[in-house]
Antibody
């Protein structure tokens, strides 16, 4: 059974870099049928797509975050990662990793999410 | 493409029928329109993909329809476990971006 698990610091200081990793278990990240994405949700608010990556390395980012976001993949570890630089308090959110199926064109598997607080 | 969901909040009783709306600022391919359910403290769960296809394990009281700029999610008979927040989501191929609606909250009346 496919599972996604986010990991990383729960507290980041303003202006620093937020770094998270998503570990995929139960299937290979190197499948041509999927993209792998990051989505966040500020407390009490809706969902915001951050960006997605294909196992071959192609990336797609939310234009509003593009200047601060890097998503990378490590197929040897079956992981993909998010780096978000120069974070303000407004980047405080639950961060989810998710699998996007190219077959059905939807995020079909989600991690449980990890809360990241940006505060001094 | 901006997705606008209405209403923001609905107060209903178990057993009622409900239709949620998702309107796109420009035409969206039905193939790329999905609906998700999110319960408090949980990750979103895929309900509907391709505007009208139910995801694996989703009860048939959930149905989706629509095309172009107007899409709907209908729950035929509300069960207590259906009270949650519902999001629509679309994929745009040029540029290659994903976007979510702001959500509709179903609360128990």
């Amino acid at each position: 059974q496919l599972q996604l698990q986010e990991s990383g610091p729960g507290l980041v200081k303003p202006s620093e870099t937020l770094s998270l990793t998503c570990t995929v278990s139960g299937d290979s990240i190197s499948s041509s049928s999927y993209y792998w994405g990051w989505i966040r949700q500020p407390p009490g608010k809706g969902l915001e797509w951050i960006g997605s990556i294909y196992f071959g390395g192609s990336t797609y980012y939310n234009p509003s975050l593009k200047s601060r976001v890097t998503i990378s993949v490590d197929t040897s570890k079956n992981q993909f990662s998010l780096n978000l630089t120069s974070v303000p308090a407004a980047d405080t959110a639950v961060y989810y990793c998710a699998r996007y199926s190219r077959v059905i064109a939807a995020f079909d598997i989600w991690g449980q999410g990890t809360m990241v607080t940006v505060s001094a | 493409i901006v997705l606008t969901q209405s209403p923001g909040t609905l107060s209903l009783s178990p057993g009622e029928r409900v239709t949620l709306s998702c309107r796109a600022s420009q035409s969206v391919s039905s193939s790329y329109l999905a609906w998700y359910q999110q319960k408090f403290g949980q990750a979103p769960r895929l309900l509907i993909y391709g505007a009208s296809s139910r995801a694996t394990g989703i009860p048939d009281r959930f149905s989706g329809s629509g095309s172009g700029t107007e899409f709907t999610l209908t729950i035929s008979t509300l069960e207590p476990e259906d009270f949650a927040v519902y999001y629509c989501q679309q994929f745009g191929s040029s540029p290659r971006v994903y976007s979510f609606g702001q959500g509709t909250k179903l609360e128990i009346k």
